[in-house]
């Protein structure tokens, strides 16, 4: 019963569940929770999990900072005179805010991308409902 790829990848899109598309996976907004609340499933799934979600938040502030140095380039064939200190400026401004906004977003599209490479096994499965019996929503 694994929700097809485009439906996953939207719920990660959405900070949900990709396994069920249940909300509020996050305590606050960088801190996610170790399970998900609806289906029990555990989103770190082995050692160094998250290192995936890590890389997309890292391409989200690298493709940001080329922008900016494209518009940079642009603004420079037009007017010889643009700080190039405000520039660097917005540069660690705009990565900083980046990846704190995008933080809990790359998790959960992570969560999609490698469920739908690595479908959930059945001692997962398993856990996971373990886990909602335990918690009285079974
Ligand atoms: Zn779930």
Redesign the pocket.
Known sequence: MRPPFGTMLKRGFLRH?P??G?GHLFVHWLRMRER?P??G?KFEREEGFFLGAFLINFGIGEGLIALLLFGYIILLSANKDVSIPAFIAAGIGMSIAATLFFYPFSKTIWSALDLAMKPLEDKELTDAMEHRLKHGDG
Do not use: A, P, V
Request: glycine fraction near 12%; include cysteine.
């Open positions: 569940c396994n069920c249940g998900c609806t289906c499933i």
